[in-house]
Antibody
Framework: QVQLQESGPGLVKPSETLSLTCAVSGNSISNGYYWVWIRQPPGKGLEWIASIYHSGSTYYNPSLKSRVTISVDTSKNQFSLKLRSVTAADTAVYYC???????????WGQGTLVTVSS | EIVLTQSPGTLSLSPGERATLSCRASQSVSSSYLAWYQQKPGQAPRLLIYGASSRATGIPDRFSGSGSGTDFTLTISRLEPEDFAMYYCQQYGSSPQVMYTFGQGTKLEIK
């Protein structure tokens, strides 16, 4: 059974960098799939942030591309997100996920709330 | 960017009733890449339907999806108490660039 677990600071100061890691178990990242980060501001909808393949190939949401870096560490079976120059608008629950059916996401982490505040 | 608009924003129904949720796209979406999710408070979304009409593993057959082009529908044939939740549609596209977008959601509440 595929399991994903997000980790990282729950509080980040404005203008700093948000860094999160997603640890994957039950499935090797190197087996394929574009692994993704998705976020959800409190009380709002879902927003795709970025995707990465085990080879390092990446895709980014154009609205966030200038501030986001997604990376993968196959030796640790995990992938990571960095979001630079954060503001209060970046406060959200951040999920990591793995596709299942074409173009959809079957497996999700539990999510981690990141609050941007001084 | 394709925008997905869900309606209604809130749907108030009783257990046993039929629910019909709509997802309209600003331009044509490949049916292969239209999905529906259920989300309950404090939980991650759960994939219900992918490819517009294929049920994900373990999803009861009271959930069904249909549609093509710009109009898609999620139907719950007979509502169970555990079905009251938020529902989101989502699409994937690759032209001119890879992009996943979600609808704003429909809240299905108990009447």
């Amino acid at each position: 059974q595929v399991q994903l677990q997000e980790s990282g600071p729950g509080l980040v100061k404005p203008s700093e960098t948000l860094s999160l890691t997603c640890a994957v178990s039950g499935n090797s990242i190197s087996n394929g799939y574009y692994w993704v980060w998705i976020r959800q501001p409190p009380g709002k909808g879902l927003e795709w942030i970025a995707s990465i393949y085990h080879s390092g190939s990446t895709y980014y949401n154009p609205s966030l591309k200038s501030r986001v870096t997604i990376s993968v560490d196959t030796s640790k079976n995990q992938f990571s997100l960095k979001l630079r120059s954060v503001t209060a608008a970046d406060t959200a629950v951040y999920y990591c996920a793995r596709p299942g059916g074409p173009g959809s996401f079957s497996y999700w982490g539990q999510g981690t709330l990141v609050t941007v505040s001084s | 960017e394709i925008v997905l608009t869900q309606s209604p924003g809130t749907l108030s129904l009783s257990p046993g009733e039929r629910a019909t949720l709509s997802c309209r796209a600003s331009q044509s979406v490949s049916s292969s890449y239209l999905a529906w999710y259920q989300q309950k408070p404090g939980q991650a979304p759960r994939l219900l339907i992918y490819g517009a009409s294929s049920r994900a593993t373990g999803i009861p057959d009271r959930f069904s999806g249909s549609g093509s082009g710009t109009d898609f529908t999620l139907t719950i044939s007979r509502l169970e108490p555990e079905d009251f939740a938020m529902y989101y549609c989502q699409q994937y596209g690759s032209s001119p660039q890879v992009m996943y977008t979600f609808g704003q959601g429909t809240k299905l509440e108990i009447k």
